[in-house]
Each structure stands twice: as C-alpha cells, then as structure tokens.
Antibody, heavy 122, light 109 residues
Framework: QLQLQESGPGLVKPSETLSLTCTVS??????????WGWIRQPPGKGLEWIGS???????YYNPSLKSRVTISVDTSRNQFSLKLSSVTAADTAVYYC??????????????WGQGTLVTVSS | SSELTQDPAVSVALGQTVRITCQGDSLRNFYASWYQQKPGQAPVLVIYNKNNRPSGIPDRFSGSSSGNTASLTITGAQAEDEADYYC????????????FGGGTRLTVL
C-alpha cells in the first residue's frame, strides 16, 4: 500500500526558506501515471495547491506562489521536496504531500501524507 | 480566493439526503473530484472523475455535474459523514493542474 510521509522542520523564521521532503513507500515515484504534489492548509482554512512535479522533473506551480516555490524529485531515493522562500506568518499551515492522477479532463488526489504543521515565527 | 465556489456550511438530518455543490467555470470543461476531511486528518478522496468511488467509499456517496456546477450527494447521511468536503478540478490554465473549492462543512443533525 502506498504511503507518503512528510519530514522537515516544524518551525521556520520569517524571511527564511521552508524545506520539506516527502518520502514515498510502497510504490515507485517513477510511475508515469502520476504527479507528486504539495498542498497546504492554514489553520482553520481550506486547501491550497502549491505545486506538483512529474518523475521526469517537469514542474507545475500555483501562479500565486510561483516566485517563491521550488519542487524537486529524487527518484533514487523515492522522494520529492518542497522549498518555499521568504516565508511570512501567512505561510503557517499544515503541509501535505500527495499523489495525483492527471488526465485531459480530470485530476484527482488519491493518496495523501498525514501532513506536517509548519509554523513561521521568530 | 478559490475559482471554485462552495457553500461554507450545510446541514442534514440523520438518514436524509444532502447535496453539496461546487461552482466554477473550469467545471464546464473538467470533471470535479471530491474529498472528505475530518478534524485532524488528511483529506480522503470520495468521488473522482465526476462519479467514480474509490475502493472502500460507501455507495451512499455519488457525484454529478451540469454546466458549471458539480454536486456531491450523500443519500442517507450517517453521523460519520459529518466533515468538511472539498471539490477540486483542473484549471483552464495549462500550468495550473489543481484548483480547490473553499470547502463545505457538513453537519449531521
């Protein structure tokens, strides 16, 4: 059974870079059928897609975050990573890594990590 | 702000039927998927590709679509269905793969 696990610091200082890694187990990140993405949820608020990566390294980012986001993949370790630069308190959220399928007419996120809370504070 | 619009809150009596809607221009071209999220937990996919249920999702959950509106229907709502529900779809922009609705909190009375 596929499992995704986020890891990284739970506290980041303002203006610094948030870095998280998602480790995929029970399946290969090199599958051509899936994208691998990051989604966040501020406390008490809704879900926001940050961006996604294909195993080949092709990336797609939310336009509202694009200038600050970098997503990368390490197929040898079955991991993908998120970097979000110049963080502020508004970036405090639970960050989920996830797997999603993509077709011409649909996208669905069929596997989620448990999520990790990242707080931006000095 | 979300390009997919959901009612913030909906309530249903135990055992009754409830429809949760999601509106947006992208739904004219793309199918919606639906997620259930309970407090402190990650979202769970309940409907995909307009009206398909992943393994393990009860058949009281169903999806439909018309024009710019997608709907999630729970027929015979149970107490355990009380949760937040989010819709998502692709976006018309080629680079924006995923867009979410703002979420609907379902209360089962």
């Amino acid at each position: 059974q596929l499992q995704l696990q986020e890891s990284g610091p739970g506290l980041v200082k303002p203006s610094e870079t948030l870095s998280l890694t998602c480790t995929v187990s029970g399946g290969s990140i090199s599958s051509s059928s899936y994208f691998w993405g990051w989604i966040r949820q501020p406390p008490g608020k809704g879900l926001e897609w940050i961006g996604s990566i294909y195993y080949s390294g092709t990336t797609y980012y939310n336009p509202s975050l694009k200038s600050r986001v970098t997503i990368s993949v390490d197929t040898s370790r079955n991991q993908f990573s998120l970097k979000l630069s110049s963080v502020t308190a508004a970036d405090t959220a639970v960050y989920y890594c996830a797997r999603h399928r993509q077709s011409i007419v649909t996208t669905e996120i069929d596997n989620w990590g448990q999520g990790t809370l990242v707080t931006v504070s000095s | 702000s979300s390009e997919l619009t959901q009612d913030p809150a909906v309530s249903v009596a135990l055992g009754q039927t409830v429809r949760i809607t999601c509106q947006g221009d992208s739904l004219r071209n793309f199918y919606a998927s639906w997620y259930q999220q309970k407090p402190g937990q990650a979202p769970v996919l309940v409907i995909y590709n307009k009206n398909n249920r992943p393994s393990g999702i009860p058949d009281r959950f169903s999806g439909s679509s018309s024009g710019n509106t997608a709907s999630l229907t729970i027929t015979g709502a149970q107490a355990e269905d009380e949760a937040d529900y989010y819709c998502n779809s692709r976006d018309s922009s080629a680079n924006r793969l995923v867009v979410f609705g703002g979420g609907t909190r379902l209360t089962v009375l």
